[in-house]
C-alpha cells in the first residue's frame, strides 16, 4: 500500500539507492534546562536519560557504541549504511573542540554516511555551524531542532527554556549552508487543542525545514507531567484523536519536507500513560488508514507550490 507521506525510509532509497539506518548515539552531554544555566528541571516531560539509551554511563564510547549497533542493524534488516543519531540532551551543548572530537568518531565508523544531530534551537552558533556546513560537503548532516509548539505560552508552560523567536533564529542561520535542517513537534501539549497544533505544523510550513518529527506526548516515570497526570491536571490523547491530529499535520506540511517519525518509542518500563504508546505498529495503521479514509496527503491543504529544498 502506497504511503501518502514523503517517510524518510523513502527520502534514503532516493538518495542512497538501498536502507540506511539510523543509529543512536549516547555521547554523555547535558542541557542548559538541567544543568543550571536555564534551569535545573528539564522540560516537564524529559525523563532522566533525556531519551537516550545511558550507554555513555555504561562506559561505552561513541564508536563501541555504533559497532554493537550496527551488528545487530546488519543481521537484522541488511542495512550497511549508518546515520549516526546523537540522541540524547544536546548535542551541539558542548565546547567546540568536544564536539567536533565526538562527530568525527562517529564519522570514522566504517558504514557511517552521516550525522543526525537532536538539538535546542537556542544551542546554536555560527563555530558549530561552520563546523556542521565542513561535514556536509561529503556527509549528510541532519540537524533537528527541537520546537515542540509554535506557541510561546505553550513552551513556557512545559518549562522548555526558550521562546519560538528561537527556533526562527537558529533555522535562518542554518539554511544555506547544505546542512539538512530537522524539527520536533509534540501533540497533545498541555492546553493545547487541535487548533493550536494545526496552527504549529502551518508554521512549520512556512519554514525552510526539510524534515519533521511528530511525538506523542506521554507520560514518564519521574517527571513533572506525572505530578500533573496523576493530580488529574493533564490527560493523554486517545489513539483515534492522535491519528486524526497527525493526519491533520501531514496536510499542512509541503510534499517534500520528510516526515522522519510519526510517534514516539516509550521505554515500557518508564512508561505512566497512555498505554497505547506502546502500540506503535497499531499506530501507524491507524495513521494510514486515517489518511485513506479522508482521502488526504502530504500538502494536500497547501495552497502554493512548496519551495524545492536541495536534498
Known amino acids: 500500500m502506497k504511503k501518502r507521506y514523503y517517510d524518510l525510509n523513502t527520502y534514503f ?6 536502507r540506511v539506518h539510523k543509529i543512536a548515539v549516547d555521547a554523555g552531554l547535558t542541557c542548559p534546562n538541567r544543568d543550571g544555566t536555564l534551569g535545573t528541571g528539564g522540560c516537564i516531560y524529559c525523563n532522566a536519560k533525556g531519551s537516550g539509551t545511558g550507554k555513555h554511563a555504561a562506559g561505552l564510547s561513541v564508536t563501541r557504541q555504533l559497532e554493537e549497533s550496527k551488528a545487530a542493524v546488519i543481521k537484522r534488516f541488511k542495512a550497511h549504511r549508518f546515520l ?10 558542548a565546547p567546540l573542540a568536544q564536539l567536533k572530537a565526538l562527530y568525527d568518531e562517529a564519522l570514522a565508523v566504517p558504514g557511517v554516511v552521516g550525522l543526525a544531530i ?5 544551542c546554536i552558533d555560527e563555530p558549530v555551524l561552520d563546523l556542521l556546513q565542513s561535514y ?3 556527509h549528510l548532516i541532519w540537524v533537528e531542532y527541537g520546537l515542540q509548539s509554535a506557541h510561546d505560552a505553550t513552551l ?3 518549562n522548555r527554556g526558550h521562546d519560538v523567536a528561537a527556533f526562527q533564529r537558529a533555522v535562518t542561520a542554518t539554511a544555506g549552508r547544505g546542512i539538512l535542517i530537522g524539527s520536533h513537534i509534540i501533540l497533545g501539549l498541555p492546553g493545547e487543542d487541535a487548533g493550536h497544533m494545526r496552527a504549529t505544523a502551518d508554521f512549520i510550513a512556512r519554514m525552510p525545514v526539510d524534515g519533521v518529527k ?6 514518564v516515570k519521574g517527571t513533572k507531567l506525572e505530578t500533573l497526570h496523576g493530580a488529574g491536571d493533564y490527560q493523554c490523547l486517545g489513539q483515534e484523536a492522535y491519528a486524526d491530529l497527525v493526519c491533520d499535520v501531514i496536510e499542512r506540511l509541503p ?3 520528510v516526515i522522519q517519525r510519526l510517534t514516539g518509542d516509550p521505554h515500557k518500563h518508564e512508561l505512566v500513560a497512555p498505554r497505547w504508546a506502546l502500540e506503535k505498529v497499531q499506530t501507524l495503521e491507524l495513521i494510514q488508514k486515517r489518511l485513506e479514509e479522508r482521502n488526504t496527503w502530504q500538502g494536500r491543504l497547501l495552497q502554493t507550490q ?6
Open 118 to 122: 537532536g538539538t535546542r534551537p537556542d
Open 156 to 158: 513556557a508552560r512545559i
Open 255 to 257: 510534499p517534500d519536507v
Open 214 to 219: 511528530l511525538h506523542l506526548l506521554y507520560v
Open 84 to 93: 549516526a543519531y546523537f540522541q540524547s540532551f544536546t548535542n551541539t551543548y
Open 13 to 18: 532509497r532516493n538518495r542512497y539507492g538501498q
Open 306 to 311: 512548496p519551495t524545492q529544498r536541495t536534498q
Open 136 to 138: 556536509a560537503r561529503s
